[in-house]
């Protein structure tokens, strides 16, 4: 029993530490996905050129997600007709380029972890979009295509099929400030939290388990510390599978980023080990739902050798440059909740959070959580506020659960609406 208790009182010092992080980085990203329409993102994403590639990491680190739905949100796109790498390269950089990613790393491992995540993302999408020129064949690419015009069911369909952008005219701050943008916003918040909050509980509870109970001595000598060129190799290659393995997804493997780093992984070898949360077992049987065995397994391979390389890059620049931090300063957060300001940025941004929780039930949100994992091809892909909003606490004209049948994603060649 204590074993268990000291496991527990781990985690919450852990999601104490980050909780005003994390409703930070959602806001943010909610304030951008309420006025950037979904339409508009696939009309960007038309080729593979730099140009495209760079616009679609913009719009995916803009666009946080939780796993599972950045990975429906890009086989939506790419129905939709966007190109199949730039919908690669947004989904990779929903997950690992956000915000609060980087600023749960700093606020847990130290800010070189949040240079190395922004730095090792356009690089490991830069490598992947060179290999898919190289290696992806217009025969695999095409199957791919067809399987995905069958809209097979992963995970979060309904919420990835979402757009709760706000639909009227105008600049982007009179969008913003509108009675609409409020509740698009509130209503993007709320959905991100419900989308990630099963991966973020689950890996804070694996890292707390792991580093109660797993002692570091295992770690050093599964990490080869104590050897540094074996260390340095070994980490970015090891560090994928362990992530792969452990099942835990999007921001929920950074606790456990935490402990691999106590426990001797390499600096590479961690942002390896972060980038990995798209090639998870469940998420690479999604892909084989989504695009077929052929393509699944070519994507566990050139995310594999990308995020291998990227991890590498990370060590060699961040070495050289004396970025890399001293793992004898690694902690594991274990002191609870004290008055501080972690405790006072946590009660300011809770608010904030209560009060768009409060605006998304009285807007029609509940009807719309019922939805999160309703099929691709749904009704309630074209989420919408506009200026007829009730605001009675009624969902309004455009919400979801009000909408006609009928609606559907294009098929692969019908291109955006």
Request: hydrophobic content about 50%; overall charge neutral; charged content about 15%.
């Amino acid at each position: 029993m204590h074993a268990v208790l000291h496991a527990l009182s781990i985690t919450g010092s852990m999601t104490w530490e980050i909780t005003w992080a994390l409703i930070l980085g959602f806001t943010l990203s909610a304030v951008v996905q309420a006025v950037i329409r979904r339409s508009t993102v696939i009309s960007l994403l038309g080729d593979d050129r730099p140009r495209t590639m760079a616009i679609a990491a913009g719009l995916g680190a803009a666009s946080s997600s939780c796993s599972y739905a950045a990975v429906a949100l890009a086989r939506s796109l790419f129905r939709k007709g966007a190109d199949f790498t730039a919908a690669m390269a947004f989904e990779i950089a929903s997950t690992n380029l956000v915000v609060e990613l980087g600023v749960i790393l700093a606020l847990l491992m130290g800010w070189q972890f949040t240079a190395a995540e922004f730095v090792g993302g356009p690089v490991m999408i830069l490598i992947l979009a060179v290999l898919f020129r190289r290696l992806l064949r217009d025969t695999l690419l095409r199957e791919a295509r067809e399987q995905a015009a069958e809209g097979l069911a992963g995970s979060m369909e309904g919420h990835a099929a979402m757009d709760m952008s706000v639909q009227k005219e105008g600049s982007f701050a009179k969008r913003l400030f509108s009675r609409e943008g409020f509740t698009s916003t509130a209503h993007v918040f709320v959905m991100e939290w419900a989308a990630i909050l099963r991966d973020l509980v689950v890996g804070l509870l694996i890292a707390g388990a792991i580093a109660a109970w797993v002692p570091d001595s295992f770690w050093r000598t599964f990490f080869f510390e104590g050897h540094p060129l074996a260390s340095k190799f070994w980490g970015p290659l090891i560090g994928p599978c362990v992530a792969i393995a452990s099942f835990v997804c999007s921001i929920g493997n950074v606790p456990l980023a935490v402990v691999l780093w106590k426990g001797g992984i390499s600096f590479g070898g961690v942002v390896a080990f972060i980038f990995a949360d798209l090639l998870i077992l469940p998420i690479l049987n999604i892909y084989r739902k989504y695009y077929g065995a052929k393509m699944a397994f070519f994507l566990l391979g050139t995310f594999y050798l990308a995020m291998v390389t990227a991890g590498y890059i990370v060590e060699f620049v961040f070495g050289g440059l004396g970025l890399i931090p001293d793992q004898a300063d690694a902690k594991i957060p274990m002191e609870g909740i004290t008055w501080n300001y972690t405790t006072w940025l946590n009660i300011a941004f809770l608010i904030l959070a209560a009060t768009l929780v409060i605006r998304f039930s009285r807007t029609g949100g509940r009807d719309m959580l019922k939805m999160m994992g309703g099929a691709p091809d749904s009704s309630h892909g074209h989420h919408g506020h506009g200026p007829d909003e009730n605001e009675a606490g009624h969902a309004h004209p455009h919400d979801p659960a009000r909408r006609s049948h009928g609606e559907r994603d294009p098929g692969p060649h019908e291109g955006p609406r």
